[in-house]
């Protein structure tokens, strides 16, 4: 398999969003806050696994494991979660399993060179895509627009905010609507915006890098992680 040649397949926002609002409702219903860490470890049997510092030396928040059955976070993240962010970092996870468990395994990957080799050569470009659909899958997974619509036509009854640019709005209300749905306030803007059709930015790290391989490697050595190995799935 050539990693420089591989083209992620497009998949229309509508049908990430349908796919998201499916998977909430059959594992969890159509309330808020959607209580992500409960679903992976309870409902679908996916340990999550704290691991020091992984943030600070491998820039990744979380990484799933290729049989589905760990997902890897950062340990002062998950512990301590002062913002929240590591809940969509679960969903985004779960994002990788609902979106991409397919095409991963068509890739092949077998062994931590095959990991390295695929993160070294895969086009920028469509990492990016990979990386984008899942954030848009963990939007809507736990932050239901319908819902979300709701909240926000009810905060500005309350305060009277009818005449108020939106954006400005949405800027305003970010930090109550991430609260009632446990996302950070970035999240919560990002989807807010996503209301009003306005093009969200993009400021999202990667999950994957040869970095944490390394640092995973060293830490549990003996055992090999097999990510992307989606063969045994
Ligand atoms: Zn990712």
């Known amino acids: 398999m050539k990693y420089k040649n591989i083209t992620v397949p497009f ?18 219903g159509n ?67 609902i979106l991409h468990k ?8 077998k062994s931590i060179e095959d990991v390295i080799a695929f993160i070294n050569n895969i086009p920028e470009k469509q990492y990016s895509f990979l990386e984008a659909q899942a954030n848009k899958f963990a939007s809507h997974f736990l932050l239901p627009r ?8 009810e905060i500005i009854e309350k305060y009277k905010l009818q005449n108020i640019n939106d954006k400005m709005v949405n800027s305003y209300i970010a930090d109550s609507i991430a609260k009632k749905f446990n996302v950070s306030s970035q999240a919560a803007e990002l989807a807010l915006d996503d209301l009003n059709n306005k093009k969200a930015s993009k400021n999202w790290g990667p999950c994957v890098s040869v970095r944490l391989f390394q640092y995973l490697q060293q830490t549990f050595s003996g055992h090999t992680f097999r990510f992307f190995d989606f063969q045994k799935f």
């Open 11 to 28: 998949i229309r926002i509508d049908e990430i969003k349908i796919k998201a609002d499916d998977f909430r409702k059959k594992f969890w």
């Open 31 to 97: 309330t808020i806050p959607v209580e992500v860490e409960a679903i992976v470890e309870i409902k679908l049997k996916i340990k999550i696994i704290p691991i020091p510092n992984l943030f600070k030396l491998c820039s990744v928040d979380s990484q799933i494991s290729s049989n589905f059955a760990s997902i890897l976070v950062d340990q002062d993240s998950y512990l301590y979660n002062e913002t929240n962010r590591i809940y969509f970092s679960l969903a985004h996870e779960l994002g990788h399993y």
């Open 146 to 153: 319908d819902i979300l619509l709701g909240e926000k036509k």
């Open 102 to 109: 397919e095409l991963f395994s068509s890739f092949g990957i």
